[in-house]
């Protein structure tokens, strides 16, 4: 196999924020369509579609109510099958969202299984009796707040939902359960697709003694009842790499394909590690950079260091349609452009498959929404800021346009935030100086350059404000350098060195590799 995806840049499309092609205020896979060529033009190799399936939007798509269908409010399979025409015309692969470990309560599956206690689906879900004074099975906390299990009067028992209490959890236990999963990815493998990003797929297998989880340790209660515990048997179960195996083995079948696993667990880095070991996950991304509040040297130093000695192929994102975005989220006051173009060139020298998040190429700051506008339940729950929410608004095309070009509707399903209607495409389209132009630029030398792509990484050090670190293949060596403050600094330059041109304000002088503010350099070592 051609292993396409060892050194992809995948774009990740969010559809209901992309592009409005029938002005209803919600982007739909037209609009997706429409901005193909943008996408092409960025230099990356594929893109990633978040769920466009049939689903009551309670998770705005995370909740599946079938799985081998378009929801109306994105279009059409004919749509979707136009859709991956055009990419693999313009030379992108096709990457979706599966969402196995859950469905919404409105899937037919679970209508049947809430039904009763017997019958073909009675155990599709994961279901439990009360306690003898009618409590919940065992402790585990959801994802969202509370308590993961909810009672079901039609049987008499509880169902267990890892996140919202309308997303139960499949029960994995049950091989006609993994049957099921492997004809949904073979509907989707017979329509084109390239691979499968898995949702949270460390959380398809729960203990089958539902025992309790062990408390975390913590100087305060943490704000959300979910971090109270240490979720030692409510996911990442050794028994579910099983099933990983499983689904491997099948998609290796339909040839050159990609499967990139979503982790999300206490141990971020070490599940990455074990999710991706031969056999397993092509790829997977944790959670390390993406809950990160800060660009820090040793946050990216302990990314490298684990995966020296690891086996597999990591991933890895600074953003996504679930976290604050990256420049307001690791940088706060320093989020302008600066900092953007830094972090940007950091994740392309990393070893690994990238994922780029819509807007990250535009150095968006996380957008601000009005209480009143919030649509995220996590965000409406918490009422702390936009939430969610804030990575998801509208994506500006034309600064001067109504809706910034995303959309002839009046009122949009998020607002636009004004800050980034100034940093729309077009704007810094005519800046050779944008963000933008930098990414295209950065994007264009990390595929000039094997030892990015393909290379081992080594770190050489960390300090409170550099990142040195290098990437070998074959006879080519790259050090990578990075200053993360906000201060001029310099490090020693290797012996043989030949500075490559980044737009991060690095030169070489007596000796020295001189790092400008929030700058970097990337050296080629003979």
Known sequence: MTQWWKGAVIYQIYPRSFRDADGDGVGDLRGVIEKLDYVASLGVDGIWLSPFFKSPMKDFGYDVADYCDVDPVFG????????????????????????????????????????????????????????????????????????????????????????????????????????????????????????????????????????????????????????????????????????????????DKAGDKMLLGEIFDDAPLERQIEYTAPGRLHTAYSFHLLNARAATPQLFADAIKAWEKAEGWPSWSLGNHDVVRYPTRLFGAHEDARAAKLALAILLCLKGAIFLYQGDELGLPHADVPSERLKDPLAVRNRAGSGRDGARTPFPWRAGAAGAGFSSAGETWLPLDPRHRRLAVDAQEADGASVLAFARRFLALRRSLPALLFGEAALIAATDDLLIFERVFGEETIVCAFNLSGEAAACAAPDGAVLIETGLGGALRNGAIELAPFGGALIRRD
């Open 76 to 251: 059409s399979l004919a749509d979707f099958d136009a859709l991956v025409e055009k990419a693999h015309d313009l030379g992108l692969k096709v990457v979706i969202d599966q969402v196995y470990s859950h469905s919404s309560d409105q899937h037919a599956w679970f209508a049947q299984s809430r039904a009763a206690r017997t019958g073909d689906k009675a155990d599709y879900y994961v279901w439990a009796d009360a306690k003898p004074d009618g409590s919940a099975p065992n402790n585990w906390m959801s994802v969202f707040g509370g308590p993961s299990w909810e009672w079901a009067p039609e049987r008499r028992q509880y169902y267990l939902h890892n996140f919202l209490n309308s997303q139960p959890d499949l029960n994995f236990h049950n091989p006609a359960v993994r049957r099921e999963i492997l004809k949904v990815a073979d509907f989707w493998l017979a329509r084109g697709v390239d691979g499968f990003r898995l949702d949270v797929i460390n959380y398809c297998t729960h203990d089958a003694a539902l025992r309790d989880n062990p408390p975390a340790s913590f100087k305060e209660p943490p704000a959300e009842t979910f971090f109270h515990q240490r979720h030692v048997f409510n996911c990442s179960r050794p028994e579910n790499l099983d099933f990983v195996a499983a689904l491997r083995a099948h998609v």
